[in-house]
């Protein structure tokens, strides 16, 4: 048998969407592979004991800034010599930058995943990302959409694939409890509509148009509340905003969840406002527990998101158009269920985390296999 050694390197283990695919990812794992974990920043570090109870090997670099993130390559590279890992998958442009001179040293074969479009980094970052982008073997983009952008803007010739984020569909069962129990927190009547969203609380979200749209909804529809999952930097500014609109009693600010599912029971409708986007997980989350989809057509969304079919797509920053698919939707019941179901099959079918983890394994193999032959001759 086999044993192949891969070890990832991304910013943070906290819960971003990244992260816990390779939380994920670790527990539908080929056993022929040995997968360890290296992060920078020690408050984001939310992952860590889940990896470490499923056998991981799991450092933390202890670095508080991009600076330093940088300028620890030697160290991530001393590293390497003690735990041997026959592969190194970098995650987002700090950790793939840093890893790249890491692997330089090592002489390591690179794989790294882009997460976003290249033209949304600051432009530092893309310049560092661009200048050492050839120090590495294969790229993967997590959508169509982000390998356009990569070709766009990257001038080299490292090969890119296309594999798509995946989930744990298995696990997105509805909860009857859970939607009492959330409802019941919130003071939410049961026939009340939910239209909800988890997301992180950071301007690329642009939750303030989901918010204004959250008002122009209320207009036709009174009894309607609004659940918003998760935390970030935005949030007291979403407050305030749902405040102005007079809004607040109907709107819910429910924080950062480590069980996301009854949060979703809870809800009708999902309702994405982004002006960016990679491959949304919540988005694969949300339509695998078979809620209708409301979303702006950015990203990796419309290879998921089927206009008419699993959901309504409209243009970024025209809360007045999301407003209307909403209100389309909580005036026709059967629409509902019938973009939830085609919505749940397009999951299944499309974005599993253990096909996105086959995937990647594949690659990991071809990538170790030539490294060895190569070493051999």
């Known amino acids: ?175 009857p409890e859970g939607r009492i129990s959330v409802r019941k927190e919130f003071n939410i009547p049961e026939k009340s509509p939910v239209i909800g969203t988890v997301s992180a609380l950071r301007a690329g979200k642009n939750l303030l148009d989901w918010i204004r749209a959250a008002k122009l909804i209320l207009e036709s529809h009174p009894s309607a509340h609004f659940l918003i999952v998760g935390d970030g930097p935005v949030r007291e500014s979403l407050i305030s905003e749902a405040a102005s609109c007079a809004i607040q009693n109907q709107i819910h600010f429910a924080g ?48 998921v998101v089927k206009e008419g079919q699993s959901g309504f797509l409209v243009p970024p920053k025209y809360p007045d158009l999301l407003a209307q698919k909403v209100k389309q939707l909580l005036t026709q019941h059967d629409l509902r269920e019938s973009f939830g179901n085609c919505g749940h099959s397009i999951v299944c079918e499309r974005f599993s985390i253990q096909r996105m983890t086959q995937e990647l394994e594949h690659l990991y193999t071809e990538m170790i296999v030539k490294r060895r032959n190569n070493a051999k001759s």
């Open 1 to 175: 048998m086999n044993d192949y050694r891969v070890f990832h390197l991304i910013k943070g283990l906290g819960r971003g969407g990244a992260e816990r695919l390779l939380i994920d990812g670790m527990k539908c794992r080929d056993q022929n592979f040995t997968y360890g974990y290296g992060y920078f920043l020690p408050w984001k570090d939310a992952l860590v004991p889940d990896l470490k109870e499923q056998g991981a090997d799991v450092i933390c670099f202890q670095k508080k800034t991009p600076v330093g993130i940088l300028t620890s390559y030697s160290e991530v590279a001393r590293f390497f010599q003690s735990w041997k890992p026959d592969l190194l998958h970098c995650h987002l442009p700090l950790a793939g930058i840093t890893g790249r001179l890491a692997a330089r040293k090592s002489k390591l074969p690179v794989v790294y995943t882009e997460h976003n479009l290249i033209e949304r980094y600051h432009p530092l970052t893309r310049l560092a990302n661009s200048w050492t982008w050839k120090w590495q073997d294969r790229v993967v983009a997590v959508s169509a959409e982000v390998a356009d952008s990569i070709h766009a803007h990257i001038n080299s010739q490292v090969p890119v694939d296309i594999i798509r984020n995946g989930i744990t569909v298995e696990s997105m069962i509805p909860s």
């Open 256 to 303: 950062l969840q480590q069980n996301v599912i009854p949060f979703y029971s809870a809800m009708d409708i999902f309702l994405s406002s982004s002006t960016f986007e990679g491959l949304p997980l919540a988005l694969l989350e949300a339509m695998a527990m078979r809620l209708p989809v409301v979303a702006t057509r950015v990203g990796g969304v419309p290879e």
